[in-house]
Every structure is written in structure tokens, then in C-alpha cells.
């Protein structure tokens, strides 16, 4: 059985112990089958990792013996499972990664959370539910949602979607011009995909050379330029998310991205600049020479 760990069930929506819904089930209903499973899970039992104090379950067995009834939940993320038989609990035990595999293939899914989902829900979901919130412009839902956007762009959706989302925040900065600047400024920080990354500093190059609406929305700006510099001296890394294989974050082309982005803040105050330049005193001999080439420019257009 397949659960969804990550919210309470929807009205009518199969659960197990009212409180995981069910992604899929399969009925092991062969001999072959059968073993096949508790091979994979006596597998994992063999090889126990280390313990962490989450439990959010993605997979569970269930099965009879004469008139009492066994759970079996798995969580592979923290190496527990916890055991139930006939309602009453038996405790827990560690479980190594080894056997969930097998577990997803019975299943028919490519993970222990399947590609194309978060939260049980298909990303096209989200897009939608993001489009009709920010549309409708209800600032309480948009608060609950911020995260989840940014988590949507930065880390799942393959780059034609994160550009729809893109193409949202270009439209709403003008009614909400902060809370579109957090979003690329959590974007550029934490992103695991390369183009949503990419995509969140060409826009925010774009939005930052048109004249700040007010003080506090020049100040997001200028508070965004020390995230630019933090990615401008990453190096390379390679990142995992949501069972997809490790991706390039950081690149050549990123980091010169955020040397053009930091170099549309034109407007900002020489003191702020100079802010920026005295950070760079920790950094390597290339790497400070490379942030001065950039910085000193944009303080000698401050001081005019």
C-alpha cells in the first residue's frame, strides 16, 4: 500500500488509521508475490539505518492471521517502521533503504514519493490553485501557499511549468512588489533545479532596474544583493529532491546571472555598497578580485 504522509485525508478519501490517505494498493495475492515483498522488507530490516525522530510513512503492508489484523508501516526516510496487530501497537524498529525498490515497482510507482506529485496531488493542481489565489489577490492563501510555491519552482517542476509561475510574479509584482521579491529571493537561495534559479535572477535583474516604488521596496532589493553574492561565490553543487536524480544548481552560467542581477541594483546607496565590498574581504584572492570588478562600479555610480 502506498500512503500519503505529507496532509490529512480529504473528505471521503480512503485512509489508513484515519489518518494517512492511500495512494495505491496492490492485492499480493500469488505465493511469488507474496514473497516477493517480504523479501524486500525482511531486506531492509537486515541492513537498519540510522534512526531520526520523523515518522512519515509512504509505504505499509497489511495482512490477516486468522482474526487478527497486521499493519506494518514503513518509513524509509527516518529507517522506522511501526507495527500494529489488531489495533494495538508492538513498537518499532529500524529499516534500512535496501527492499523500497521493490516495494515502489509493486506499486507502479518511480519513488517513495512518485514523480509529477506533491502532497498526493499532481503539480497542474498547484499551478491552478496558485493562479486562482493570486488572481483573486486573498493575501491570507497566499501567505499559506508562499512556501509551497517556492518549493514547486525551485525544486520539482520542470522548467516550461516554473515559467508559468515566473510569468505570475512579473504580473503581480506591481500589487504585490515585496511579496514577489521574497519568492525569488527563497528561489535563488534554495532552488535545487538550475533553471528555476536561472529564471528567478533574469527576473529579478528585470524587476530591479525599474525605479522602486517606495523605500521598503527598494530596501527587499538591496537586501537581495547579499543573496546575489552568496551565489556568485558557490561553487558548483549538485543537489537531490523529491527522488530526482542529483542536478547542477550552481553553474558558470547561474553565477554570472547573479553578477547581472547585482549590477542592475544601480540605485543603491553607497554605504550598502560598500557593505558588500567589505564582505568580500574573506573571501579567496580570484574570488575577491572577481566581486571588486563587479562591486567597485556600481559605488562609483553611487557617489555621483
Request: charged share 30%.
Amino acid at each position: 500500500m502506498g500512503l500519503i504522509c505529507e496532509r490529512s485525508p480529504d473528505e471521503g478519501e480512503s485512509s489508513l488509521q484515519g489518518e494517512y490517505p492511500i495512494r495505491s494498493k496492490v492485492a499480493l495475492t500469488s505465493p511469488e508475490l507474496r514473497a516477493r515483498v517480504l523479501g524486500a522488507l525482511y531486506e531492509g530490516l537486515t541492513h537498519g539505518g540510522p534512526v531520526a525522530m520523523c515518522f512519515e510513512p509512504h509505504h505499509a503492508i497489511l495482512a490477516t492471521h486468522g482474526k487478527e489484523r497486521w499493519e506494518i508501516l514503513v518509513c524509509y526516510a527516518c529507517s522506522r517502521i511501526a507495527v500494529q496487530r489488531g489495533g494495538a501497537s508492538l513498537g518499532r524498529a529500524s529499516i534500512g533503504s535496501a527492499g523500497s525498490e521493490v516495494l515502489n515497482q509493486v506499486l507502479g510507482q518511480d519513488g517513495n514519493i512518485p514523480s509529477g506529485e506533491i502532497q498526493g496531488r499532481p503539480f497542474d493542481y498547484w499551478i491552478q490553485r496558485l493562479k486562482q489565489i493570486e488572481e483573486g489577490d486573498r493575501d491570507g492563501e497566499r501567505g499559506v501557499l508562499g512556501t509551497l510555491r517556492a518549493v514547486l519552482i525551485g525544486d520539482v517542476l520542470p522548467a516550461e511549468n516554473a515559467g508559468q509561475i515566473l510569468a505570475q510574479q512579473r504580473r503581480r509584482f506591481a500589487k504585490a512588489p515585496l511579496d514577489v521579491i521574497d519568492f525569488l529571493r527563497r528561489v535563488i537561495r534554495e532552488g535545487r533545479r538550475a533553471p528555476a534559479r536561472l529564471g528567478a535572477l533574469r527576473l529579478l535583474k528585470e524587476l530591479a532596474r525599474r525605479e522602486p516604488s517606495d523605500l521598503e521596496v527598494a530596501q527587499r532589493f538591496v537586501d537581495s544583493g547579499t543573496d546575489l553574492l552568496v551565489v556568485i561565490r558557490e561553487k558548483v553543487r549538485g543537489e537531490v529532491g523529491y527522488d530526482q536524480a542529483p542536478k547542477t544548481a550552481t553553474s558558470p552560467e547561474i553565477r554570472k546571472a547573479a553578477e547581472s542581477a547585482l549590477g542592475a541594483i544601480t540605485w543603491a546607496e553607497a554605504d550598502r555598497v560598500e557593505v558588500w565590498i567589505q564582505d568580500t574581504a574573506g573571501d579567496g584572492p580570484l574570488t575577491q578580485e572577481r566581486l571588486l570588478g563587479l562591486l567597485k562600479p556600481i559605488l562609483e555610480r553611487a557617489k555621483k
